[in-house]
């Protein structure tokens, strides 16, 4: 058998490792092993390409932003943030129709400028919006669909973990794409808020309402606000002036969330002990699962699959576009499936190749950018479209009184709101790109 079947004959074992419910860190790592064990014949050369592969992946320096920005995000679930987000946005929004469910959204947003967790900012918001919603008379479908799809803002929106990962494997800037990620994940926003005001106006009876605040209340709940604004400003803004390092300004990030927890009053050393347990849980699961994948994706490269992938394309003389969309509707599909950071970890190496091997006008760092943004807009869209959207469930299990099927009926609106804005973002990649320098 070729190296190059054996590398095609890789993607079933893989599939059926995931399906008999393998954790995909171990499928991938069992399926890299395999493929360089049967590659290099049991050499002395396979032992010793484990050992430099381990070290290879965990000595990378840009690595170790992801623990930053995990404790980040435990930091700013523990002290109040959310609540003073929903209640500043309910205030403003409220007393609209759909005022509250809107209110919702742009919390989500905005913890998700502090958090990086699409399934942490849909949790955490639950928590505070759906007793709000359900006391103002929303419906249970639409309001957990609303939360749903408010949750995946948190990993699009800047500082995005996710966008980490993608940045080190394409080899890209993590700056640059956190300031690309901001325009999309505005306009996912306004999307939602859109979405939440038609859907109203066709159900009626799915929103009640909410007095009107005063504005003296409205400016008071804006003012409790600013921890997050600052600390975004310091983050985003500082690694994209150059004050620091995209590491270091996890690091001031996760100091300065934790200076406000301790601050509100809501750090003690328990909670503070949580905090780091939780974080080293979420590292070493997010590691194993680069682990796996770097054993995978050099066992790929062995083989030449995403060589000759990319060149069978471009031989066959298929339009960019019509490439992209195909990509663009596997990730829709698989994305219901997989978590956010298996595929981009899986696919990234095979897909990215292909892509850049064909000619869509743009430079090819930009071509990475923004292929990056789309990506990653489409695996999240994964996370709420029926039936095995991860974001349903979670919320569904924080609101075991809503049956899933009413989640389903609702949640189409805001995934054909996403729909909508990915066509956006293809037709016209400068949305994504005007505030990346040249």
């Not at 690595?63 to 209640?87: D, H, N, R, V």
């Not at 803002?153 to 700056?175: K, M, R, W």
């Not at 489409?378 to 095995?388: A, D, K, Q």
Request: charged fraction near 10%; proline fraction near 5%; include cysteine.
């Amino acid at each position: 058998m070729s190296m190059l079947e054996l590398g095609y004959l890789s993607f079933p074992v893989l599939l059926v490792l995931i399906f008999l419910r393998a954790p995909i860190g171990l499928a991938m790592m069992l399926c890299g092993i395999g493929g360089l064990y049967f590659a290099m014949g049991g050499s002395a050369m396979f032992m010793a390409k484990l050992k430099t592969e381990t070290y290879t992946t965990f000595s990378s320096y840009s690595l170790s932003i992801i623990p930053m920005f995990l404790l980040m995000g435990q930091f700013a679930t523990l002290s109040g943030m959310s609540q003073a987000l929903f209640k500043a946005a309910e205030s403003w929004l409220g007393h609209r129709r759909g005022g509250v469910a809107m209110a919702a959204v742009g919390a989500c947003a905005g913890f998700g400028a502090i958090c990086g967790s699409s399934l942490a900012t849909a949790a955490t918001m639950s928590r505070v919006a759906l007793p709000e919603l359900r006391r103002y008379g929303y419906s249970g479908g639409f309001s957990t669909a609303t939360l749903a799809a408010g949750g995946t803002l948190g990993i699009l929106i800047p500082p995005s973990v996710i966008l980490v990962i993608y940045a080190i494997l394409t080899e890209q800037n993590i700056a640059k794409l956190f300031l690309a990620a901001f325009v999309p994940g505005v306009l996912a926003a306004i999307g939602y808020m859109i979405t939440i005001s038609i859907y109203v106006r066709l159900y009626p009876d799915a929103a009640g309402t909410r007095e009107r605040q005063p504005y003296s209340e409205r400016f008071k709940a804006l003012i409790d606000v600013w921890p997050v604004l600052i600390v975004f400003l310091v983050v985003v803004g500082g690694i994209y002036l150059g004050w620091f390092t995209p590491t270091e300004g996890a690091a001031v990030g996760a100091a300065g969330t934790g200076l406000i927890a301790l601050v509100s009053g809501n750090l003690n050393w328990k909670v503070f002990s949580d905090s780091i347990i939780s974080t080293a849980m979420s590292t070493a699961m997010i590691f194993f699962i680069v682990l796996g994948a770097g054993f995978y994706n050099s066992f790929l490269a062995l083989s030449q699959v995403p060589q000759e992938l990319s060149s069978f394309v471009v031989s066959q003389g298929f339009s960019p576009w019509f490439v992209l969309v195909l990509i663009l509707v596997f990730y829709l599909i698989f994305g219901c499936l997989m978590d956010s950071l298996s595929m981009i970890l899986l696919t990234i190496p095979i897909f990215f190749p292909v892509i850049s091997a064909l000619d869509f006008g743009m430079t090819h760092d930009h071509l990475a950018i923004w292929f990056g943004i789309l990506v990653l807009i489409v695996v999240e869209v994964g996370l709420i479209t029926p039936p095995v959207g991860m974001n349903l469930f979670i919320i569904n299990a924080m609101d075991r009184e809503t049956p899933i099927t009413q989640t389903y009926k609702s949640v189409m609106f805001f995934v054909g709101s996403d729909i909508v804005r990915v066509a956006i973002l293809v037709l016209f990649p400068a949305i994504t790109l005007f505030l990346i320098p040249a």
